[in-house]
């Protein structure tokens, strides 16, 4: 697969603390120049970089990032705000301690408000792999199929470790036909990014695929 097409399936994404407005233009104008699928950035910085790029870029922002802790309510208003400022496509975190609870109503039932707060925007859901066993990320395949969302994704990046070939390829396996998959976290080749392709993966979160671009431009 050529780098190119690769390319189109990355969110370009910074998540940092640390992210200020300048760093954030950078991967805004690097994510124009590659054509990846958009940048997914802080919330803070959506209503900036939504002027910023004047519709040639989707913006992707994250919601209960990174923990998935936060209530139902508070979920809803982010991503409502987040759509009024000018976000294309939401990526949350679920409430991870429900789903272990075995509180797959209530976790099904927010995902499907988080859903309709996106107006019609494209909804990710951040299961949190790493976290899970094999029957909580079949039963997550599950509930997020029934709840309707656009994209089931593996991990937020920001936990004991990121995406794997196996969690893929159980996820392609277990959610319906309706739902995409996006692997997040730790790619970091484009050998690794194309198997995660091959395996089902729709889109991929990552910086790393863009900066080694760059890199090979400087050379």
């Not at 233009?25 to 990846?36: F, N, R, S, V």
């Not at 951040?126 to 066993?133: A, D, M, P, R, V």
């Amino acid at each position: 697969m050529e780098r190119k097409e690769i390319l189109k399936k990355v969110d370009h994404t910074l998540l940092a603390q640390s992210a200020g407005w300048e760093q954030i233009k950078e991967i805004l104008e690097d994510a124009m120049k590659y054509e990846t699928a958009s940048a997914c950035i802080p919330a803070a910085y959506v209503k900036q970089a939504a002027e910023y790029v004047k519709g040639k870029l989707p913006i992707c922002t994250v919601i209960g990032f990174p923990n998935g802790y936060s209530t139902t309510a508070g979920k809803v208003y982010e991503t409502q705000d987040a759509v009024a400022n000018g976000a294309d496509e939401i990526d949350m975190v679920i409430n991870i301690g429900f789903l272990k609870e075995g509180r797959y109503k209530e976790v099904e039932e927010e995902i499907r408000k988080v859903h309709e707060a996106c107006q019609g925007r494209i909804l990710k859901v951040i299961i949190e792999t790493c976290l899970l066993s094999e029957e909580e990320k079949m039963k997550m395949c599950e509930i997020v199929t029934c709840a309707g969302a656009e994209y089931i994704k593996t991990s937020t990046g920001f936990s004991t470790a990121g995406a794997t070939f196996e969690d893929v390829a159980l996820m392609r396996k277990y959610t319906g036909k309706n739902v995409k998959v996006k692997a997040a976290g730790g790619i970091a080749s484009f050998s690794d990014a194309e198997k995660f392709i091959e395996l089902g993966a729709e889109r991929l979160g990552t910086s790393r695929l863009v900066k080694i671009m760059k890199q090979e431009e400087v050379r």
